[in-house]
RNA sequence: GCCGGAGUGGCGGAAUUGGUAGACGCAAGGGACUUAAAAUCCCUCGGGGCGUUGCUCCGUACCGGUUCGAGUCCGGUCUCCGGCACCA
């Protein structure tokens, strides 16, 4: 051990000692298992502080349910496929596959150099032929149970990325990647029915105890299930009838028009040649007026015989429910707004209840409250009308009770070459085939020419698409569209229950680690990649490959890692090195400091993970991103908090330094420790916080904090003799064991230096005796009426009559409580005394 | 609009079951060491008041309540952040 704390080079010694020693080779089971697993990243070829703060927290969990004594999985890959593999392709003519693994050697390193702990006997690479053979083989089990359909339909298309993108890629109606504008495009799609999911998806919310609420609320929201009935509206002159979905069949009576959507069937044969009509699909410059256009045609309600007209709105969406409504102005504010612009009567058929007679309505009543103007049903509650009229409904075959959800089925094609091909093959005679099993996998072809121009590139690689037949042997082609990534991501974490030449779905394997004890990512992934992998899990679960039903019992979503922006009046954003002293580097102005947030590229409000570690280490980076918020807050960047990390450290390594040779010539004789010295009893303490702290939902913080505080008080000890330097060990040695899974590689060293065979790893971890978590003396607060008067030293464990003794005795309480009489004195154990007057 | 979450010093954040508000760190100020600086170490550090080194009053977004005692519980208000958003 060097009298200076050099991070570069004993980190270098223990990342190639741990290689040596295969320290993070997956257990084999033999008590109880523990699956540890973060998010794996896009290897774009750098790692960010998100994916450092990200991973540093599932390192402290893995590192520290190992030496809790856990059988741990905690392995890494790679979400290999995606965008801009292809881009760079078509931008620097490399080959996408080079491109992806050129860059997961470099993102490799850089993990490694940040100590963590992971077995990359178990890494896998979702680009490769081995992973995404089994996307294809899932694929064909859903096509086999009609999971898996095609259909035209309308989607989302990216002008930019000339792709198809899913309904949760669209954020308001731009690209989630590229902030293009999202167009409309007919398509033929392969789709995921997750719809036949949504209920099972939707309830099983509730079992996700270690999940986060917002999470789940989200999920919820996302899956949006609303319980209404659908009814048949007859149109006047006609045997047709007009089928509506309403959620509010109290206010049937109040209908007084019916709305179709625009891409409804029935809008164009009704509406007729009205030009109005395609103008309206266009939608206008604000999209939040409402526009209908009268057809000239009227519905009959079945409950009261009234005609009312029956319009097409731009409001009405043709995807949710039967595409078609009721409209009750006095009821619903759009429809009130709409009846109000066209002068569409409005009449009221809920009141709240205070008067039962209709009043002039000012806004839509939106409340439940009782009926009114509803022939028999007058008079109910809302509640109860809604049974009652349903009731009435399903009896006389007017209609029937349904459930909707806001759930779309997943689509799935892309119009891209970097992704898994969908294995099917079109045959003139036999139509839609399925790739047999044993063709898999279908290999995505190299040296496939990329442009960007257009849609798939596979369609013009004639040695791919030309094909047979497997049923008739014919000719054929083969789909030239590509999976979604999140069919990869949706699985992954089953593929690393088996080592790399096991197969992939080995039933034992998967029933011995799943489901994953605690997942890490991003709140980003809070609908999307979350709810596939558990429709995924339900799926693999109903085909009889796992036995549970969802796949991560704790759920961490990790905040994310901000930094104010600098920006320049002539040169834009500026990066943190380009800001000195506040003023721009390139043209001498002063920088506007901007608001603090997420950091991004764009901004420039980065800080580079490698630079970081190069000056401070991996072990300072890991501690300040674990020590500056609890992770499930937004972490703000702070180069002095970094240094603040990094002097913690320092001061570990020099209290070693000074106290390791006391160490060594004392011995590490506990018993001859003073049991009732306070260094001795911060140690227990802190071995119970550092513990608590972890356990309860991850408090890093806080653990780190009190880490902090034994250091403060090691360093602030004075031995005396022999005993105390066997105090002091006792001291260092623990604080060592606890800080081992934030900053590994100076507990490794300094563990050594103690004398100790390597691995720290390979220790248990501390144990603490509750009998010495207590202080010797203890700060007993007297109070006045709720209020602090004053404060003694006395011994712990004095009974309670004591301690009442020696708050009345006092003479500052006596100045308060004066001759008035004592009323009550309430005692809190070992604390408190509070004196009411 | 609906649904979630959060408001505590100059800053990041502590306070686990209702019991000393501000742990720990950062910044700031003062001191020691040094020719000097950096580094390091020590001290001070929510605000106001005074007879100024100890005492006192106020203080956890705001208003009210429960309680011997409220950052914590209850009712209401405001602000900020995130998600969804013509879903009938």
């Given at each position: ?388 009229i349903a009731e009435y409904i399903e009896e006389r ?221 991996a072990d300072t980076s890991r501690l300040f991103s ?205 604390k408190l005394v509070n004196i009411v007057v």
């Amino acid at each position: 051990m060097d009298e200076r704390y050099d991070p570069q080079k004993i980190e270098l010694k223990w990342q190639k000692k741990w290689e040596e020693m295969n320290i993070h080779a997956t257990d084999t089971i033999k008590g109880r298992k523990f699956y540890c697993l973060e998010m794996f990243p896009y290897p774009s070829g750098n790692i960010h502080m998100g994916h450092v703060r990200n991973y540093a927290i599932g390192d402290v969990i893995a590192r520290y349910k190992k030496m809790r004594g856990y059988d741990v999985l905690h392995p890494m890959g790679w979400d290999a496929f995606g965008l801009p593999a292809e881009n760079a392709a078509i931008k620097h003519g490399v080959q996408p596959s080079e491109w992806t693994y050129k860059n997961i050697d470099a993102m490799k390193k850089q993990l490694t150099g940040l100590g963590l702990s992971y077995d990359w006997e178990r890494e896998l690479a979702t680009c490769s032929p081995e992973y995404y053979r089994w996307n294809q083989w899932f694929f064909l089990q859903m096509f086999k149970r009609a999971l898996a359909y095609r259909k035209s339909s309308s989607v989302n298309w990216c002008p930019s990325c000339s792709t198809v993108l899913a309904n949760e890629q669209v954020i308001d109606e731009k690209c989630w990647r590229c902030d293009s504008i999202v167009e409309l495009k007919e398509l033929d799609q392969w789709f995921f029915r997750i719809t036949d999911y949504a209920e099972r998806l939707l309830i099983d919310c509730d079992t996700l105890t270690g999940w986060p609420e917002s999470v789940l609320t989200m999920q919820r929201n996302w899956i949006g299930k609303s319980e209404g009935v659908e009814v048949d509206f007859p149109i006047r002159g006609s045997d047709r009838k007009l089928r509506i979905f309403t959620t509010r069949p109290d206010t049937l009576f109040g209908v007084t028009f019916m709305c179709l959507a625009p891409d409804h069937p029935m809008s164009r044969e009704l509406a007729g040649g009205n030009e109005k009509l395609d103008e309206m699909k266009n939608a206008g410059e604000n999209p939040e007026e409402k526009i209908i256009i009268f057809t000239g045609e009227n519905a009959i309600n079945p409950l009261n015989n009234d005609a009312v007209p029956i319009v097409v709105a731009n409001f009405v969406l043709m995807e949710y429910g039967t595409g078609a409504i009721m409209s009750v102005p006095a009821h619903d504010q759009r429809d009130f707004d709409t009846a109000k612009k066209y002068g569409i009567p409005i009449k009221q058929v809920i009141t709240s209840g205070a008067n039962l007679s209709p009043v002039e309505l000012e806004e839509a009543f939106e409340d439940e409250g009782i009926l009114i103007n509803s022939a028999q049903f007058s008079g109910l509650k809302s509640n109860d009308a809604k049974k009652k009229i349903a009731e009435y409904i399903e009896e006389r075959g007017l209609g029937k009770r349904t459930v909707n959800y806001r759930l779309r089925d997943w689509g799935i094609s892309r119009q891209r070459y970097w992704g898994t091909p969908i294995p099917i093959i079109y045959c003139k005679k036999c139509g839609i085939v399925p790739v047999p099993e044993e063709g898999l996998p279908v290999i995505l072809p190299e040296n496939v020419s990329l442009t960007g121009l257009g849609s798939s590139p596979l369609a013009d690689a004639d040695e791919f698409v030309n094909t047979s037949c497997p049923k008739c042997g014919g000719e054929a082609g083969r789909e030239t569209d590509t999976m979604d990534t999140f069919v990869d991501s949706s699985w992954y974490f089953i593929r690393y229950c088996s080592a790399k030449n096991e197969d992939a779905l080995d039933r034992d394997n998967i029933s011995n680690w799943m489901p994953v004890d605690q997942y890490i990512g991003g709140i980003e992934h809070a609908v999307l990649h979350l709810l596939y992998s558990r429709f995924f899990t339900k799926v693999l679960h109903d085909i009889g490959i796992v036995n549970f039903d969802e796949p991560f019992t704790n759920l961490l979503t990790q905040g994310m890692v901000c930094k104010e922006t600098y920006k320049c009046q002539e040169h834009g954003w500026l990066l943190p090195e380009e800001a000195e002293k506040g003023t721009c580097i390139k043209c001498n102005r002063k920088v506007e400091i901007g608001r603090v947030e997420k950091m991004s590229k764009s901004k420039k409000n980065v800080i580079d993970p490698n630079h970081l570690i190069e000056t401070y280490g991996a072990d300072t980076s890991r501690l300040f991103s674990l020590f500056a918020a609890p992770p499930e807050k937004d972490l703000e960047w702070s180069d002095k908090g970094v240094e603040g990390a990094f002097r913690f450290l320092n001061r570990l390594w020099s209290a070693a330094y000074r106290i390791k040779a006391c160490i060594r010539s004392s011995g590490i004789d506990d018993s001859a420790i003073d049991k009732d010295s306070p260094l001795f009893r911060k140690t227990h303490r802190t071995i119970k916080k550092v513990t608590h702290d972890i356990e309860r939902d991850f408090h890093f913080n806080t653990a780190i904090a009190s880490m902090m505080e034994l250091l403060n008080e090691l360093t602030a000890f004075r031995p005396a003799d022999e005993n105390d330097y066997a105090l002091m060990g006792f001291a260092l040695r623990n604080l060592v064991l606890l800080i081992a899974p934030f900053s590994p590689h100076i507990a490794e060293e300094v563990w050594e230096t103690m004398g100790n065979k390597p691995s720290i790893f390979r220790q248990p971890w501390p144990e603490w005796d509750d009998e010495y978590t207590k202080a010797m003396q203890i700060e007993l607060v007297v109070q006045v009426n709720g209020k602090v008067r004053a404060k003694a030293m006395v011994p712990a464990g004095l009974p309670d009559e004591k301690l009442k003794e020696i708050a009345l005795r006092d003479r500052k309480v006596g100045e308060f409580t004066g001759d008035k009489p004592v009323r009550k004195v309430i005692i809190v154990k070992g604390k408190l005394v509070n004196i009411v007057v």
